[in-house]
């Protein structure tokens, strides 16, 4: 097996192709952005104005739900459902994930029990939830990772029968269909990121979606310090906000979100069809009734098989000048703070996260690139 950076007489690309590149408004809603910033300025109020409001109905028609409270980031939204469920003691939650998953649980004096995801998936396992709830349980925290849909309604299922509060982290999911209905009213609550590398680009935001008025009404003053208008708080909350500029372009990033979606999993059919089913590689299972919103495009590397490791092909591709990152890789139970941590089995998370390997995708990708990044990591497996 090599293990030296493959030496190339000279990149497939001249310039870097970024792993991500933010989803911004197309021109024709640039214009429109600027006289919703005229707006803001001339109206003085730069958060807590119109423009939030616009956005979090906006959002909740697209979505189908009732309630929909914008926060400062998905971090802050997590934190914040968290504290407004009343949730104590332990929070069951998948490993492969994002560390502001569980930072959120740990941010509200919750510990955090990780479980194991599926291996085709990549998302938590029912099966897992279910034994590892204990009376301590108050919560599961499901993940619907790279934007694939979590098992919504079996997760349901065991939280009705366990009387257990239900969250979904949809960081990456906006969008994304769960048969023909989008994702949002999942659970007791779904949140949504719209940072930079997300679907939908606020700068920095987040999007808490309910269809629970009275868990949406305690969201809104928790943002807010915990003050609902009284300056008499019931509630600890903090500054979560977003601001009116945030909003704006936010709301203008929901015009174009069908096309990225379909842009982006055009991207996703163009790698799969080149290394679906090559031997050694693997991909993310999309279950056939869900959309995903391909947030990200992750293969799996098996070393024996492939020929060359993850690691290998990441160098490789890098020195093609393709970005690629290998997320989750350590997943939650292998990272520093959270080793005291309660956890089951998560061999599938370990399987996964050594092997996983993410490539470039986004809606203004050329199609010409997405074939020749594939065809590119073909090449490798043939020449080691
Ligand atoms: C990005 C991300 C978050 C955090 O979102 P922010 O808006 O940056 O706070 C949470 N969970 C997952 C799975 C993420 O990828």
């Known amino acids: 097996m090599a293990t030296t950076s493959p030496q190339l007489a000279s990149p497939l690309f001249s310039a870097t192709v970024p792993i991500v590149r933010p989803e911004l408004p197309r021109d024709v809603e640039h214009a429109e952005m600027g006289a919703h910033w005229e707006r803001i300025v001339a109206s003085g109020l730069l958060t807590n104005g119109k423009q939030v409001e616009r956005f979090e109905r906006r959002a909740a028609e697209l979505l189908g739900v009732s309630e929909c409270v914008a926060t400062s980031s998905c971090t802050v939204g997590l934190m914040l459902v968290m504290r407004c469920l009343d949730l104590s003691g332990e929070i069951i939650l998948p490993s492969f994930t994002f560390f502001a998953s569980g930072h959120a649980a740990l941010w509200n004096g919750l510990e955090p029990v990780l479980v194991d995801c599926e291996r085709d998936s990549f998302n938590i396992d029912p099966q897992r939830v279910r034994e590892a709830i204990t009376e301590r349980t108050s919560a599961i925290l499901a993940v619907h990772v790279f934007g694939n849909p979590a098992a919504v309604q079996e997760l349901e299922a065991i939280a009705a029968m366990r009387r257990l509060k239900l969250i979904f982290d949809a960081a990456h999911a906006f969008g994304a269909r769960s048969g023909a209905r989008p994702l949002g009213g999942g659970g007791d609550a779904e949140v949504f990121s719209l940072s930079p590398t997300k ?22 003053m928790a943002r807010n310090y915990g003050d609902g208008g009284s300056y008499d708080c019931e509630i600890l909350g903090l500054n979560g906000r977003m601001t009116e500029m945030q909003a704006a372009l936010a709301a203008a990033g929901l015009q174009g979100i069908g096309e990225r979606l379909a842009a982006r999993n055009r991207m996703a059919s163009i790698y799969e069809s080149i290394l679906g089913e090559h031997p050694g590689i693997q991909v993310q299972q999309i279950d056939r009734c869900a959309t995903s919103s391909r947030k990200d495009f992750a293969i799996l590397i098996n070393e024996a098989e492939f020929g060359a490791s993850r690691d290998f092909v990441r160098a490789a591709l890098e020195s093609d000048n393709v970005q690629c990152r290998a997320y989750f890789d350590p997943p939650l139970h292998r990272q520093k703070l959270y080793q005291g941590c309660r956890r089951g089995d998560v061999s599938n998370a370990e399987w996964i996260s050594r092997r996983v390997l993410s490539l470039p995708i986004y809606s203004s990708l050329p199609p010409a690139a997405a074939e020749a990044i594939a065809r590119r990591i073909l090449s490798i497996r043939k020449n080691t």
């Open 199 to 220: 679907l939908l680009v606020a700068g920095e935001g987040g999007l808490v979606t309910t269809n629970d008025r009275e868990l949406a009404r305690k969201l809104r």
